[in-house]
């Protein structure tokens, strides 16, 4: 809300924009609900990846950060070492470390980035890779190429990174459940730094 206000004080925004984001923004509370509702679905792909040594997580455009997130989170919490990275990078050093041992996560909601992204998919299923996948509900272009579909409801797609990390913080609590580890209590982690 703060940033639509800032950009309609500038004069950035016309009004029928202006309604429409916070129209848009009054949908969130719905989406994340149902994206929470599918925690099952999510816990059954954990038990698959509960032993995975590492991970990559691929993200474009305002989900690219949500893919550094989601690879932070599992690390915090499940101690898998995990990586993310922008998606257009991945022939430049990630793609060596891509094989059927190198679970693969890439954000591929309904966006701008969509058919990027797909590209992605087809490149680390081309290494092998087990792919799982966070989309739309509805997208049978990824359901056919990943192995696993972590589904969002039709979401706005400049408030998707909102509800695409939910999947992916979901999903990092299971996998750290099944090992057996404390996720309230992260081992070498604190809650604040302090710079000397």
């Given at each position: ?5 800032l ?16 129209a ?31 991970c990559l ?11 550094y997130?989601?690879?932070?989170k ?9 990586e ?17 041992e ?9 966006d ?10 087809q490149?680390?299923?081309a ?12 997208d049978?272009?990824?359901a ?5 579909v ?21 999903l ?25």
């Amino acid at each position: 809300m703060l940033a639509i206000l800032l950009a309609d004080l500038r004069g950035t925004l016309d009004s029928a924009t202006r309604r429409q984001l916070v129209a848009d923004l009054r949908l969130v509370p719905d989406l994340v609900g149902q994206t929470l509702a599918r925690e099952d679905e999510i816990e059954k792909v954990a038990h698959e990846l509960k032993d995975m040594k590492g991970c990559l997580y691929l993200g474009r455009g305002i989900n690219m950060p949500i893919a550094y997130e989601g690879a932070l989170k599992l690390k915090e919490i499940s101690y898998i070492h995990a990586e993310g990275y922008p998606a257009g990078e991945m022939k430049h050093g990630p793609i060596a470390l891509i094989d059927e041992e190198m679970p693969v996560i890439c954000l591929a909601p309904q966006d701008p980035w969509h058919e990027k992204m797909i590209s992605q998919i087809q490149q680390a299923k081309a290494r092998n890779a087990p792919v799982i996948a966070v989309a739309t509900d509805g997208d049978t272009l990824v359901a056919d190429m990943a192995d696993h579909v972590l589904w969002i409801p039709p979401t706005p797609w400049m408030l998707s990174p909102v509800v695409t990390v939910i999947p992916l913080q979901v999903l990092a609590y299971h996998i750290a459940s099944l090992r057996g580890l404390d996720v309230d209590q992260p081992r070498n982690l604190a809650k604040s730094v302090t710079v000397e």
